[in-house]
Each structure stands twice: as structure tokens, then as C-alpha cells.
């Protein structure tokens, strides 16, 4: 059975840092292109960040292009995701995905001062 558990969202202050986590399982993670999605309140669940399988290829959202950073460690099945400078309007509950496609319960950011 496919899961993914995300991890590493809170109350972080305009300008501040968060590290998200994701942990997969149920699947060869080493084979698959992993992504991160958000739902910001009042929209639609939209893509962030996507590595390939090697973790050589990404690709970013333009609103989180030299902010975010997303990478991948194979030998623990957890993919990544390294916010920075964050915004108010990356308030949002942060999903990874998973072959399927698989989604998580979600991360809470809430970026506020």
C-alpha cells in the first residue's frame, strides 16, 4: 500500500525558514518522480516543486522560484521541501504525492507576523 506522511509545518514569521519533510512508503521510491502540492485557502490544489527519480532534475511553480528547494534522499524514502524567504501567500497546507496518484494528510505553513 502506497502512503506518505508529510512533516515540518508550522507558524513561521514573513521572511523565516521551513523544512518539510515527506516519509514514503509501500512502493520503490528510487523509480518514481516525486512532487509537493499546495492548497492555499480558497484555491485549488497547484504544484510547487518536482525531482525526478535520480533527484538530478527539479522544477519549481514560479511563485516559489529561488525560495524553495526541493531534493530527495533514496536511502530513507523522504523527499524534501526547503522554504525560504517565505510569504504570507505561501500560508497554505502542503501535500506531497506519491505514484497514483497517493496523497498525504497535508502539512499546515501558516506564514502571518
Known amino acids: 500500500q502506497v502512503q506518505v506522511m508529510e512533516s515540518g509545518g508550522g507558524l513561521v514569521q514573513p521572511g523565516g525558514s521551513l523544512r518539510l519533510s515527506c516519509l514514503a512508503s509501500g512502493f520503490t521510491f528510487s523509480q518514481y518522480a516525486m512532487s509537493w502540492y499546495r492548497r492555499a485557502p480558497g484555491k485549488e490544489r497547484a504544484v510547487v516543486a518536482v525531482i525526478s527519480n535520480t533527484g538530478i532534475s527539479t522544477n519549481y511553480a514560479d511563485s516559489v522560484k529561488g525560495r524553495f528547494t526541493i531534493s530527495r534522499d533514496n536511502a530513507k524514502n523522504t523527499v524534501y521541501l526547503q522554504m525560504n524567504s517565505l510569504k504570507p501567500e505561501d500560508t497554505a497546507v502542503y501535500y506531497c504525492?506519491?505514484?497514483?496518484?497517493?496523497w498525504g494528510q497535508g502539512t499546515q505553513v501558516t506564514v502571518s507576523s
Open positions: 504525492s506519491a505514484p497514483g496518484p497517493t
